[in-house]
């Protein structure tokens, strides 16, 4: 029997991280070393790829500690508390800051900015998670002021009487966006409200697309690094429209069982998740298919 083996055109980097990767390539090519705050990319075999490269990451803390260094920041954003120690330890930065990120980190700077003198001083929520690095860049522009929820529940105890304005992480769900909005609008009592779409519509798009894409084979392999929160969301979506979704990191992973009596088979993956290693993930399926 042929099996139809078919990887996902619209899987893979966002045009962030794709930025963020090559500006490390082309500093890399020059340089003999070169540090990243965090993980360019949650992604394990493309971290390895860079590290061969001399791509070093590092955390917050060991940035602190660095001097005369040369240090790319990833596509997620940092707060201005970064960019001071920057100047202070006289690190160059590589800002790799994805363009949506950065529109809504000044966006939030501005309105936070404009309500210092203002008589009603107004609540900004950030729809996000807790702890993620864009997320903490985007609180960053509010001096630590901002409030941070990741459902409805979190509305719980915040004072909606208050002037309210709401935000959102790039990467989280329109619905999601769109439930916090409704379950705002129908609490307030006072004040005014005003919410901005700042999802990136790169990502959200990509939740209608994998649902077809899905739909559309018998077996799901989702290729993703095990931190990728992204990857677990648009996984659990391909699991819920094709149950024999199965969620790997490399092509070693693959269990042949999971292959059995299959006639079409597809591979896509998160944001994170470079292109070279979905095709060889296919060429893998291919070997194990015996085409």
């Known amino acids: 029997m042929r099996v139809n083996i078919e ?32 993980d360019i990319v949650h992604n394990s075999s493309e971290m390895e790829r860079l590290a061969n490269k001399g791509l070093r990451t590092v955390t917050h803390e060991t940035f602190g500690t660095l001097r005369d260094a040369k240090v790319l920041l990833r596509a997620h954003g940092e707060p201005p508390s970064t960019y001071a120690t920057a100047r202070r330890n006289n690190i160059e930065i590589i800002d790799a800051t994805c363009p949506v990120v950065l529109q809504l980190q000044k966006r939030i700077k501005t309105a936070y900015d404009a309500a ?43 004072d909606l009487t208050r002037d ?33 779409d700042t999802i990136c519509r790169q990502v959200a798009n990509r939740m209608e697309h994998i649902r077809r894409f899905a739909a559309s084979h018998e077996v799901i392999i989702f290729v993703s690094g095990r931190k990728s929160s992204n990857g677990r969301v648009l996984f659990a979506e391909c699991s819920r429209v094709t149950p024999r979704s199965y969620l790997v990191s490399s092509a070693e992973e693959i269990d042949p069982k999971w292959l059995e009596n299959a006639s079409s088979i597809g591979i896509c993956g998160a944001t994170s998740t470079p292109r070279w290693l979905m095709n060889r993930v296919r060429e893998h399926l291919i070997n194990l298919c015996g085409r």
Request: glycine content about 12%; aromatic content about 8%; proline content about 2%.
């Open 116 to 158: 210092r003198n203002a008589e009603r001083k107004p609540l900004i929520i950030i729809y996000g998670k807790p702890g993620h690095a864009e997320v903490n860049g985007l609180v960053g522009q509010t001096e630590g002021h901002a409030v941070v929820i990741q459902g409805i529940e979190d509305l719980e105890g915040l």
């Open 7 to 38: 990887i996902d055109e619209h899987s893979g980097f966002c045009f962030g991280v794709v930025t963020a990767i090559e500006k490390a390539e082309q500093t890399l090519e020059t340089d003999r070393r070169l540090y990243c705050l965090g």
């Open 164 to 196: 309210i304005l709401l935000y959102s992480q790039t990467t989280k769900s329109l619905e999601g966006f769109r439930q916090i909005v409704e379950a705002i609008e129908s609490r307030k009592t006072g004040g005014s409200f005003e919410w901005f």
